[in-house]
């Protein structure tokens, strides 16, 4: 049973756009606080940013402010994270992660992940 599941990634040039979505199954959004993490290559994965139980936005890093939000579709039970404005240091692997009502900055601290989406920035 796979409880998040994202797609969206792909191959972009610098300057350009993408959205990511993620799919939760078998969790309740009003019960969750979906996070987006992203892992670079050779590096930890570290959270980006996240949308909590009750609808509340927060960005954990500094360098995607501006750029990225986070929406969140209840119908579809579907998160977004849309991406403007694309680096080449956003290049990465993009997981979206679950963990009870309020967001964290904390990788560690999401219980559930999807397998992830990868997104490349190179012109």
């Known amino acids: 049973q796979e409880q998040l599941v994202e797609s969206g990634g792909g191959s972009v040039q610098p300057g350009g756009s993408l959205r990511l979505s993620c799919v939760v199954s078998y969790l309740l959004l009003d019960r969750n606080a979906i996070g987006w993490l992203r892992q670079a290559p050779g590096k930890e994965p570290e959270a980006v940013a996240c949308i909590s139980s009750s609808g509340q936005i927060q960005t954990f890093l500094q360098s995607v402010e501006g750029r990225f939000t986070v929406s969140r579709d209840d119908a579809k039970k579907t998160v977004h994270l849309q991406m403007n404005s694309l680096k080449p240091e956003d290049t990465g692997v993009y997981y979206c992660?679950?963990?009870?009502?309020?967001?964290?900055?904390?990788?560690?601290?999401?219980?559930?992940r999807g397998q992830g989406t990868q997104v490349t920035v190179s012109s």
């Open positions: 992660a679950a963990r009870n009502y309020l967001c964290s900055p904390y990788r560690s601290a999401y219980v559930h």
